[in-house]
């Protein structure tokens, strides 16, 4: 289902004992009795919702948005900041569920063929096509940069323009990226409840580490800065050591904005003296 969670609820008929609270399944699943679960919490945490585990009957604060009551404990679901974009859905049954699918190619599954359809559809950038929910299922604005790294490819890179060496290599790196994290993020948790959540990983490779050193080419990562995300890359292994416009900060210098990073360091040294 992307990047939504989705929780099975037991109404009290499909099993052979009444449930006092909601059962959590990994969707899709059956409730006890081996039915399909009736209703169905869809949750979509966005960028500042998290879950926490924590004892049953905890007292809640402005940032707790609910709490689903189990047995064994209690599931809390927060949001920073004052802008509230996560969402809570119910759907009933299986039909109801499908209506959340945003129908996204399951990369990890996909042939090259099949991806190669997908990414020559329509003209967008790199950036762009990763990050829809519609085109490619679950990968979002973190992942996207770090697959963008490893493929050696410009986030602005019109799909209608790749190549089909350049569209195996992004496959392959989509691939790649994708099995490690979910490798990485699985041992780091083991059995436990999955704290920490973050989309700022200090083992990633240019998300999230603008002016840092690409660990492949020891350049400076740069950023593309856009509403509330940005997109990280490196010039250097990316893009030929052009530097791509940022869309607020080119608007300033406008005819000024630098070519390569070393320029972009020149001016900025020069109008901090």
């Known amino acids: 289902m992307g990047k939504r969670i989705c929780i099975g609820l037991e109404d009290g008929t499909a099993g052979k004992e009444k449930q006092e609270g909601p059962t959590q399944k990994s969707a899709p699943t059956e409730t006890a009795g081996n039915e399909p679960a009736e209703i169905w919490l869809v949750l979509h945490l966005m960028i500042a919702g998290r879950l926490h585990w924590g004892a049953e009957g905890k007292k809640l604060s402005k940032q707790h948005l609910a709490a689903f009551d189990f047995a064994n404990g209690s599931l809390l679901w927060t949001e920073a900041g004052s802008q509230r974009r996560a969402s809570l859905h119910l759907a009933r049954g299986e039909a109801g569920l499908a209506e959340f699918d945003r129908g996204g190619l399951e990369v990890l599954d996909a042939t090259l063929e099949r991806f190669s359809k997908i990414l020559k559809s329509e003209n967008h950038t790199l950036k762009r096509a990763l990050t829809d929910p519609e085109w490619f299922s679950g990968i979002g604005n973190a992942y996207s940069d770090e697959i963008l790294w490893e493929a050696k490819l410009s986030p602005l890179l019109q799909t209608s323009k790749m190549k089909d ?27 436990k409840f999955p704290e920490g959540v973050t989309a700022f990983r200090p083992e990633m490779a240019v998300h999230g580490k603008y002016k840092q050193a690409c660990p492949r080419c020891g350049g400076s990562v740069q950023r593309i800065k856009y509403a509330s995300n940005e997109t990280n890359y490196c010039p250097t292994c990316q893009t030929g050591g052009k530097l791509l416009a940022d869309r607020a900060f080119s608007r300033l210098l406008r005819e000024d904005w630098p070519k390569t990073p070393e320029e972009l360091e020149m001016r900025m040294g020069r109008r901090k003296a």
Do not use: C, V
């Open 165 to 191: 060496e350049e569209i195996a290599r992004l496959l392959e790196a989509t691939k790649k990226s994708l099995t490690e994290w979910t490798d990485r993020l699985r041992a780091e948790t083991g059995e």
